[in-house]
Each structure stands twice: as structure tokens, then as C-alpha cells.
């Protein structure tokens, strides 16, 4: 695979995205809804494809794939159950949406803090994000790496791979905040859907079309298409993997901030429904992706290696291929961008402006000059060991889902109260770092189980043993439900 | 003119469904559909599952009245 060609197409793909993110731009952004929210103003299908950029990162043609090779169908069954859980945005979608409107919040963490009366609370629940959030953005770096070096033996170096990756991403998120990343991502989900149903389509009908493909996975791979199957998923290992994956659209800061974002319910509407029709096509050409693989490659050692040699084989047209790898460098440049974006509003305004009272102007500039910041921290990580970078990034979507307890409790239970929510975020969030550093599994369950079960635990009791800000709860809550005019 | 939210009934039952849908993708392919091993076992449960799962959101999010 000759690198010359593989930067051509990169080259072609940064000029038309630029060309994107600059048009993108409509002045210089007053304030910080402005930035990092869009103005509030965001239209349903630029949503809608923002938030399937977002979501869907290198993660589904390398990982899901090899998890795909490896596993066989529960790898679907997980990515699937994921989708449902985004029902969870019917629920808190609307809820979400009225309070930022009614109270200006820029970000999820900033939500908690006043819901629950405590600047204390947004600080720590903003710190826990920066936590988990950023080694999960570090192994996209290092996936995409890994890929262009594995793709072209070595001729784009890892540290080249991951350092074009990173540069796209911050800027992109500079040059107009959430705008620029909104568009910017709405041609890589456009790019990275194009590019991997067209070389699905293309290896399937190689191998004898739909039809085929599924007999032979029946026949030559017993298990392929059944759980437990081959014994990869078991039930418990199923469980863990998808647990933290059901919460993720509101656990998850960089897609709950985009809740935050339509001009209108209509917008919203449009967003989520955009999404998980867009979820569900990307979700089969990843795992029917994943069983080509299988079936043509059975005997590769590492999963992970299955995407780069179906792509480098026969099967694949060397121009589809590097459109493919285009498509997988968009998903996870579109991924830390937004990543980046969220952590460096709530850097500025649930850290920063929480610890001394800093004007609009003051916080973006702030938010601004942190985005570069962060990208270097990412980078960084991503350089580290292999080994340390999987344990994080497993660690990270765990990890979050302690968010889950404060922010359903700050809608639909009035005697949460601050104290329940640090608490639980600390103690919770503490227990599933140590899990999984020390790679010791409580009852033979996954470190995300632990997490969560010890949140809602913690933050139940130390609330209920706390006092709760009555009246902000009430008001709270009354705003989520209470329908703004048309 | 602000006003709060009333619930219509059915669509609470159709947000109800969906965890129930959920718990079933988990329990129904680990049992009743582990010794199927073709297309037609989990592999078309999860989907018919998730499809579901989309349309309820279509039919519940078109409720919505367009709030600005």
C-alpha cells in the first residue's frame, strides 16, 4: 500500500474538511452557548450526523469488528442493545434540553452543580469526566496509528498517524467550536457510512453474496452466530461489555452535552431519530465486516488485526481501501474532537469559573486555549503502552456510568442531594479504576457492575442522610416537564 | 402559554416496552436461541429487537409538541 497514495487521500479529505469547518463559521462567538453549544441553534440533521460522528469512532471497523472475528454475533447483540439504550434521549432528551434553555447551562457537570445547589458538585463530576474521558480519547489516537503504520508496514510511522489525527482534531474544534466540529462531522459520519457499506458490500458479493456468507458462517463456524458461541461471550463477559454501553448517551458528557444543542424539539426529534437509523446500518456493516474477516481470514492470532488485513487483501480495491482507512480516521478524528470540545467547556466553566467568578469572555478564551491543551494530554497517553491504554479505555466507559445515578436523580428524584453525589462519584468512580488496574473481577463481573451498583448504593444512602435543596429540585424539575411555548 | 406535561397513556406503555425488549435481547439468545446456530436465531432476534426498539422512538418522539 503505497503511503504517496494514502496521503493524497488524506490531503483531499483535510481540504474538504477545512473548507467545511471555515464555512462553518458564522462570526466570532460571543459567548460560551455560542461556542461550545452552537447558540442552541443547531439544526435536526447536522445533529443528527454530528452525534453519530460523535458516538461511533474508530472503535466499530477496528474493534467491533475484531470483536466480531473473535466472538462471533453477541459482538451484535451488544452493539445493538447499545442502540436501544439511546431510548434512554426519548426520556431525558426533552428534559435536558428545557432546563439548559431555561437556566443557560454549557455543560451536563454544570447542570449537576446548580441542580443540586453545589458548585462542588459540578467540579467533581466535571473531574471524574476529564478521568475517564481522556484515555478513552488517547486509544482512538493510538487506534488510528496503529491502523496507517500496520496498513502501509510502517511507511506512515504510529507517531505520524496519530499526530495527523490529532492536529485534525483540535483544529477542527478551533476554528468555530461546536459549528465547526457539527460540520466537520457531518461529512466524516458521511464519509465513514459511504466507505464502509460500499467495501462491505463489495467483499460480501465477493464471497458469494448475502446469502452465501451467512450458510458459510453456519457451516464452517459453529458458534459464529450463536451466544455463548465459541465461549468468547459468555453471559457475564456479555453483561460487562454492555452494561456501560446502555447508559452511554447520558452518561457520557460529549454526546449529553448535545442535548443541549437543537434549536427546537423538532431538532431534536430529528437528532435522535437521524442517529439511530444512522446507528443502525453502521452497526451491521461493522460486524458483517468483521464475519468477512472471519470467514476469509480465520486463523489471524490478534482480533484487532482484523480489520487491516481483510482491508489489505485481494477482496479490496486499493482505492476503497484507503477511502476506508479515510473513514476510520474521520470516526476517530470526529470523536476526539467533540471529546476535546466538551472537556475543555468544562474545564473553564465547572473548574476554572467554579473556583473564582470569571466573565463570559473570560471562560471562552479559557475554553479555547484548552483545547490545544488537551490534545497534547491525549497525545501523550496515546504513546504510552499498549497494555495501559486498553485497561483505560475499558476502564473509561465503566467508569462513567457513575454519572448515571446524579443526573436521573436530578429529574426524577427530589432528595438527591450534593453530598450523595460526590460521594458516590468519588467512592464509585475510585473502585472501578482500582478493578481494573488490578485486573480483579468481584464475582466474576465486569468493573462497570461494580461501579454501578456502588454509585446508586452511595449516592441513595448519603442523600437520604443528607439534607436535600428542596426548593431548587422542585423548580428543577417543574422547568424539565413544563412544555415552552412553540 | 406554558403548561406541564400530560402523559397519554399509551405512550407510556410504548417507553415501559423497551426495557422489557432490552431485558429480552439479553435473556432470550443466552437461552431459547443457543443452540440455533444460523441467521435466523439471535442474529435476527437482536434485529427485529432493535427495529422495534427505533420504531417506538419514532412513534413516542412524534408526540412531541415543537417546543422553541
Known sequence: MSPGWIWTGVAIYVAVALVAAVWSRVG??????????????????????????????????????????????????????????????????????????AYGYVTPTEMIGHRYGSAAAGTTTALASFVFLLPYAAVQLAGVGYLLSGMTGGAISFTAGTLVALVLAVVFAMIAGLRSVAWTDSLQSAVMMISATLVVIVVISQLGGVGSFLDSLSSDHP????????????????????????????????????????????????????????????????????????????????ADSATPTLLASDLVP?????????????????????????????????????????SERAQLMIGKLVIPVIGVLAYWFAHLQLDLIAVLSVSASAGLLVMVPPIVGAFFWRRGTAAGVITSVLVAGALVLVLEFSQVSLLGQGSGIWGLVVAVTIFVSVSLATSAPHERAAEFIRTSARRRSP | MRRPETRKPWTTWLLVSVPVIMVAMFVVPYTLLREVDAWYGSLLFWTAGTAAVITINVVVSLTWENER
Request: hydrophobic share 55%; aromatic share 14%; with cysteine.
Open chain 1, 28 to 101: 466570532r462567538a460571543a459567548d460560551m452557548s455560542d461556542y461550545f453549544l452552537g447558540g442552541r441553534r443547531m439544526g435536526g440533521f447536522v445533529s443528527a450526523m454530528s452525534y453519530s460522528a460523535t458516538t461511533y469512532s474508530a472503535f466499530m471497523m477496528i474493534g467491533l469488528a475484531g470483536l466480531t472475528y473473535a466472538g462471533g454475533v453477541g459482538a451484535l447483540g451488544f452493539e445493538l442493545l447499545y442502540l436501544c439504550g439511546v431510548t434512554l434521549v426519548l426520556v431525558f432528551g426533552p428534559r435536558f434540553w428545557r432546563v439548559g434553555k
Open chain 1, 223 to 302: 458458534g459464529a452466530l450463536t451466544v455463548p458461541g465459541t465461549g468468547f461471550f459468555s453471559f457475564s463477559t456479555f453483561l460487562a461489555l454492555t452494561l456501560p454501553w446502555i447508559f452511554f448517551s447520558i452518561s457520557n458528557p460529549q454526546v449529553s452535552q448535545r442535548l443541549f444543542t437543537p434549536g427546537s424539539m423538532r431538532d431534536l426529534r430529528r437528532m435522535l431519530i437521524g442517529f439511530l437509523i444512522f446507528g443502525f446500518v453502521y452497526t451491521f456493516v461493522a460486524v458483517f465486516w468483521g464475519f468477512a474477516a472471519r470467514l476469509e481470514f480465520p486463523e489471524l492470532e490478534a
Open chain 1, 318 to 358: 486499493a482505492p476503497l481501501a484507503i477511502i476506508v482507512m479515510i473513514g476510520v480516521l474521520a470516526a476517530c478524528v470526529s470523536t476526539i474532537d467533540s471529546i476535546m470540545l466538551t472537556l475543555s467547556s468544562m474545564v473553564s466553566r465547572d473548574v476554572v469559573g467554579a473556583a473564582r467568578r470569571s
